[in-house]
Protein backbone atom coordinates (compact mmCIF):
# COMPACT_ATOMS: atom_id res chain seq x y z
CA UNK A 1 0.00 0.00 0.00
CA UNK A 2 1.25 3.31 -0.80
CA UNK A 3 0.45 7.01 0.42
CA UNK A 4 -2.97 8.58 -1.18
CA UNK A 5 -3.02 11.54 -3.01
CA UNK A 6 -5.50 13.28 -4.55
CA UNK A 7 -4.49 14.12 -8.46
CA UNK A 8 -7.13 12.77 -10.31
CA UNK A 9 -10.05 13.69 -7.89
CA UNK A 10 -9.40 17.07 -6.43
CA UNK A 11 -12.55 19.07 -7.56
CA UNK A 12 -14.62 16.05 -6.35
CA UNK A 13 -12.52 16.05 -3.31
CA UNK A 14 -13.49 19.94 -2.78
CA UNK A 15 -17.07 19.72 -3.65
CA UNK A 16 -17.96 16.40 -1.43
CA UNK A 17 -15.59 17.92 1.64
CA UNK A 18 -16.56 22.23 1.53
CA UNK A 19 -19.74 22.07 0.09
CA UNK A 20 -22.17 21.11 2.60
CA UNK A 21 -22.40 21.27 6.29
CA UNK A 22 -19.43 18.71 6.71
CA UNK A 23 -17.43 20.80 5.69
CA UNK A 24 -18.45 23.75 7.74
CA UNK A 25 -18.46 21.85 11.00
CA UNK A 26 -15.15 20.48 10.76
CA UNK A 27 -14.07 23.64 9.76
CA UNK A 28 -15.66 25.35 12.72
CA UNK A 29 -14.38 22.50 15.34
CA UNK A 30 -11.28 23.14 14.07
CA UNK A 31 -10.79 26.84 13.98
CA UNK A 32 -12.60 27.15 17.90
CA UNK A 33 -9.92 24.79 18.77
CA UNK A 34 -7.30 26.89 17.51
CA UNK A 35 -8.78 29.91 18.56
CA UNK A 36 -8.59 28.77 21.97
CA UNK A 37 -4.92 27.02 22.06
CA UNK A 38 -2.72 29.41 20.56
CA UNK A 39 -1.28 32.96 21.84
CA UNK A 40 -2.26 36.19 20.59
CA UNK A 41 0.59 37.08 18.33
CA UNK A 42 1.40 36.29 15.19
CA UNK A 43 2.70 32.79 14.47
CA UNK A 44 5.12 30.75 12.03
CA UNK A 45 2.42 27.69 10.48
CA UNK A 46 2.94 24.53 8.40
CA UNK A 47 0.13 23.30 7.39
CA UNK A 48 1.57 19.30 6.37
CA UNK A 49 -1.09 17.70 3.63
CA UNK A 50 -2.65 21.51 3.21
CA UNK A 51 -5.47 20.64 0.24
CA UNK A 52 -7.35 23.64 -0.88
CA UNK A 53 -5.64 25.30 2.09
CA UNK A 54 -8.83 26.38 3.65
CA UNK A 55 -7.18 26.24 7.44
CA UNK A 56 -4.22 27.92 6.08
CA UNK A 57 -6.22 30.85 4.65
CA UNK A 58 -8.23 31.03 8.14
CA UNK A 59 -5.01 31.41 9.60
CA UNK A 60 -3.39 33.74 7.03
CA UNK A 61 -6.29 36.09 7.81
CA UNK A 62 -5.68 36.39 11.26
CA UNK A 63 -2.51 37.54 10.72
CA UNK A 64 0.19 34.36 11.05
CA UNK A 65 2.75 33.63 8.64
CA UNK A 66 1.52 30.47 6.67
CA UNK A 67 3.55 27.58 4.47
CA UNK A 68 1.40 24.85 2.45
CA UNK A 69 2.58 21.89 1.76
CA UNK A 70 1.05 19.79 -0.57
CA UNK A 71 1.70 16.41 -2.88
CA UNK A 72 -1.18 16.98 -5.19
CA UNK A 73 -0.58 19.67 -8.28
CA UNK A 74 -4.48 20.71 -8.63
CA UNK A 75 -4.61 20.61 -4.81
CA UNK A 76 -1.77 23.05 -4.18
CA UNK A 77 -2.90 25.08 -7.32
CA UNK A 78 -6.48 25.26 -6.17
CA UNK A 79 -4.67 26.95 -3.10
CA UNK A 80 -2.57 29.40 -4.45
CA UNK A 81 -6.20 30.75 -6.32
CA UNK A 82 -7.39 30.83 -3.03
CA UNK A 83 -4.97 32.95 -1.22
CA UNK A 84 -4.64 35.26 -4.48
CA UNK A 85 -8.51 35.89 -4.44
CA UNK A 86 -8.62 36.52 -0.69
CA UNK A 87 -5.75 39.28 -1.55
CA UNK A 88 -2.85 36.77 1.01
CA UNK A 89 0.38 35.81 0.83
CA UNK A 90 1.90 32.64 2.05
CA UNK A 91 4.58 29.80 1.00
CA UNK A 92 3.42 26.72 -1.20
CA UNK A 93 5.95 23.40 -1.71
CA UNK A 94 4.66 21.01 -3.55
CA UNK A 95 6.05 18.08 -1.67
CA UNK A 96 5.25 14.76 0.07
CA UNK A 97 5.90 14.78 3.74
CA UNK A 98 8.63 12.46 3.54
CA UNK A 99 10.39 15.65 1.70
CA UNK A 100 9.62 17.96 3.73
CA UNK A 101 13.03 18.08 6.65
CA UNK A 102 15.44 18.37 3.57
CA UNK A 103 13.51 21.61 2.58
CA UNK A 104 12.71 23.08 5.54
CA UNK A 105 15.38 24.51 7.93
CA UNK A 106 13.51 25.88 11.41
CA UNK A 107 11.07 24.46 13.41
CA UNK A 108 7.28 25.93 13.27
CA UNK A 109 5.02 27.61 16.00
CA UNK A 110 2.52 25.35 14.71
CA UNK A 111 2.49 22.59 12.67
CA UNK A 112 -1.57 21.62 11.36
CA UNK A 113 -1.67 18.23 10.06
CA UNK A 114 -5.44 17.25 9.38
CA UNK A 115 -6.93 14.44 7.50
CA UNK A 116 -3.43 12.80 6.47
CA UNK A 117 -2.63 10.28 8.47
CA UNK A 118 -5.54 7.89 7.33
CA UNK A 119 -4.22 8.05 3.20
CA UNK A 120 -0.91 7.33 4.29
CA UNK A 121 0.78 3.51 4.17
CA UNK A 122 2.05 3.76 7.00
CA UNK A 123 0.21 6.39 9.44
CA UNK A 124 2.84 6.40 12.44
CA UNK A 125 5.90 7.39 10.63
CA UNK A 126 5.26 11.04 9.90
CA UNK A 127 5.09 11.36 14.10
CA UNK A 128 8.56 11.79 13.67
CA UNK A 129 9.13 14.27 11.23
CA UNK A 130 5.66 16.03 12.55
CA UNK A 131 7.72 16.53 16.04
CA UNK A 132 10.89 17.76 14.03
CA UNK A 133 8.92 20.56 12.45
CA UNK A 134 7.65 21.94 15.39
CA UNK A 135 9.14 24.06 17.60
CA UNK A 136 9.63 23.14 21.28
CA UNK A 137 7.03 25.89 22.42
CA UNK A 138 5.04 25.25 20.00
CA UNK A 139 1.99 22.92 19.07
CA UNK A 140 0.37 20.22 16.75
CA UNK A 141 -2.63 20.36 15.06
CA UNK A 142 -3.62 16.64 14.93
CA UNK A 143 -7.05 15.49 12.83
CA UNK A 144 -7.53 12.11 11.80
CA UNK A 145 -10.49 9.75 10.44
CA UNK A 146 -11.48 8.13 13.53
CA UNK A 147 -11.66 4.34 13.58
CA UNK A 148 -14.42 4.20 16.54
CA UNK A 149 -16.77 6.21 14.47
CA UNK A 150 -16.44 4.17 11.79
CA UNK A 151 -17.46 1.03 13.58
CA UNK A 152 -20.45 2.64 15.50
CA UNK A 153 -21.76 3.28 12.24
CA UNK A 154 -21.58 0.24 10.72
CA UNK A 155 -23.13 -1.51 14.10
CA UNK A 156 -25.82 0.90 13.37
CA UNK A 157 -26.32 0.17 9.97
CA UNK A 158 -25.94 -3.80 10.85
CA UNK A 159 -23.07 -4.41 8.90
CA UNK A 160 -21.52 -6.95 10.98
CA UNK A 161 -19.81 -9.11 8.30
CA UNK A 162 -18.18 -5.99 7.65
CA UNK A 163 -17.01 -5.54 11.41
CA UNK A 164 -16.03 -9.10 11.72
CA UNK A 165 -13.71 -8.97 8.69
CA UNK A 166 -12.60 -5.87 10.31
CA UNK A 167 -13.06 -4.15 6.88
CA UNK A 168 -12.76 -0.67 6.93
CA UNK A 169 -10.39 0.73 4.04
CA UNK A 170 -12.58 2.88 1.31
CA UNK A 171 -12.41 1.37 -2.36
CA UNK A 172 -9.53 2.14 -4.48
CA UNK A 173 -11.04 5.28 -6.16
CA UNK A 174 -13.44 6.57 -3.15
CA UNK A 175 -12.97 9.14 -0.75
CA UNK A 176 -13.06 7.61 2.11
CA UNK A 177 -9.52 7.13 3.85
CA UNK A 178 -7.77 4.00 3.28
CA UNK A 179 -6.74 3.25 6.97
CA UNK A 180 -9.20 4.51 9.67
CA UNK A 181 -6.93 5.51 12.93
CA UNK A 182 -7.80 3.92 16.47
CA UNK A 183 -7.07 6.52 18.42
CA UNK A 184 -5.68 4.54 21.73
CA UNK A 185 -2.83 3.10 19.22
CA UNK A 186 -2.43 6.44 18.41
CA UNK A 187 -1.77 7.58 21.66
CA UNK A 188 0.61 5.22 22.28
CA UNK A 189 2.28 6.22 19.51
CA UNK A 190 2.20 9.57 20.54
CA UNK A 191 3.32 9.16 24.32
CA UNK A 192 6.31 10.40 25.66
CA UNK A 193 6.49 12.40 22.48
CA UNK A 194 3.60 14.59 22.62
CA UNK A 195 1.14 15.63 25.32
CA UNK A 196 -2.31 15.81 24.22
CA UNK A 197 -3.74 19.45 25.67
CA UNK A 198 -7.34 19.11 23.89
CA UNK A 199 -9.32 16.96 22.32
CA UNK A 200 -12.08 17.08 20.30
CA UNK A 201 -14.69 15.37 18.18
CA UNK A 202 -15.72 16.59 14.90
CA UNK A 203 -19.25 15.60 13.58
CA UNK A 204 -20.24 14.26 16.46
CA UNK A 205 -23.62 13.51 15.89
CA UNK A 206 -24.34 14.90 12.28
CA UNK A 207 -22.96 11.84 10.83
CA UNK A 208 -25.70 9.84 12.72
CA UNK A 209 -28.50 11.41 11.98
CA UNK A 210 -31.40 10.51 9.63
CA UNK A 211 -31.01 12.13 6.15
CA UNK A 212 -34.62 13.35 6.75
CA UNK A 213 -33.06 15.40 9.66
CA UNK A 214 -29.99 16.26 7.94
CA UNK A 215 -31.85 18.33 5.76
CA UNK A 216 -34.17 20.16 7.78
CA UNK A 217 -31.74 21.42 10.06
CA UNK A 218 -30.59 24.92 9.69
CA UNK A 219 -26.79 24.95 9.68
CA UNK A 220 -26.30 27.45 12.28
CA UNK A 221 -28.27 25.14 14.63
CA UNK A 222 -25.58 22.31 13.72
CA UNK A 223 -23.21 24.33 14.48
CA UNK A 224 -23.82 26.09 17.40
CA UNK A 225 -24.68 22.41 18.78
CA UNK A 226 -21.74 20.41 16.90
CA UNK A 227 -19.30 22.88 18.75
CA UNK A 228 -21.33 22.48 21.95
CA UNK A 229 -21.22 18.74 22.19
CA UNK A 230 -17.74 18.35 20.26
CA UNK A 231 -16.04 17.75 24.02
CA UNK A 232 -18.46 15.92 26.02
CA UNK A 233 -17.21 13.45 27.54
CA UNK A 234 -20.10 10.54 25.98
CA UNK A 235 -19.91 12.14 22.59
CA UNK A 236 -16.54 13.14 21.92
CA UNK A 237 -14.83 10.08 20.72
CA UNK A 238 -17.60 9.33 18.30
CA UNK A 239 -16.78 12.48 16.36
CA UNK A 240 -16.03 11.13 12.69
CA UNK A 241 -12.61 12.94 13.02
CA UNK A 242 -10.68 13.21 15.97
CA UNK A 243 -8.89 16.95 16.43
CA UNK A 244 -6.02 16.50 19.10
CA UNK A 245 -3.49 19.64 20.10
CA UNK A 246 -0.89 18.70 21.17
CA UNK A 247 2.85 19.85 22.75
CA UNK A 248 6.12 18.32 22.03
CA UNK A 249 7.87 16.80 24.89
Known amino acids: MTDRHFDELATRFAEKIYGGAKGAIRLAVLQADLSEALPDRPLRVLDVGAGLGHMALWLAQRGHQVTLAEPAEPMIEGARERFA ?24 DL ?81 GHWEVESSSGVRVFHDYMPVEFQAKAELVDLLEMELAYRRHPAFAGLGRYLHWVCRPL
Open 85 to 108: AAGQAATFIQAPWQDLLGQLTEPY
Open 111 to 191: VLCHAVLEWLADPHAILPVLHQLTAPEGRLSLAFYNKDALVYRNLLKGHFRKLRKQQFAGEKQSLTPQRPLDPRELATQLD
